[in-house]
Nanobody, 122 residues
Framework: QVQLVESGGGLVQAGGSLRLSCAAS????????MGWIRQAPGKEREFLGT????????GYPDSVLGRFTISRDNNRNTVYLQMNSLKSEDTAVYYC???????????????WGQGTQVTVSS
């Protein structure tokens, strides 16, 4: 079992930046891919990227490529989502997710955090 707790959400103006954190707990965390998924009101969930034990974040969709960066601090068991140049369309609930397998599908992550709201005002 893996427990995930997100933090760092809030209200930010368009063009601003925000960093989300995800504190993970459980066994064998080094074997899990950790990612981020978001869901805006009235829209389907969107995969934002994932990161393994080592290496950079991967799998960024075009909607966030070049603006969002996923990183991981293994000593702190924490994954981050750095969001820059935020737009109103980035407003959503952001979820931290984990799974033993690499995937770009929102349907294939076994463990989910409770989500944190990000609101971008224009």
């Amino acid at each position: 079992q893996v427990q995930l707790v997100e933090s760092g959400g809030g209200l930010v103006q368009a063009g601003g930046s925000l960093r989300l954190s995800c504190a993970a707990s459980g066994r064998d965390l080094n074997t899990y891919w950790m990612g981020w998924i978001r869901q805006a009101p009235g829209k389907e969930r969107e995969f934002l990227g994932t990161i393994g034990w080592s290496g950079p974040g991967v799998g960024y969709p075009d909607s966030v490529l070049g603006r969002f960066t996923i990183s991981r601090d293994n000593n702190r068991n924490t994954v981050y989502l750095q969001m820059n140049s935020l737009k109103s369309e980035d407003t959503a609930v952001y979820y931290c997710v984990a799974d033993l397998r690499f995937s770009r599908s929102v349907h294939e992550y076994e463990f989910w955090g409770q989500g944190t709201q990000v609101t971008v005002s224009s």
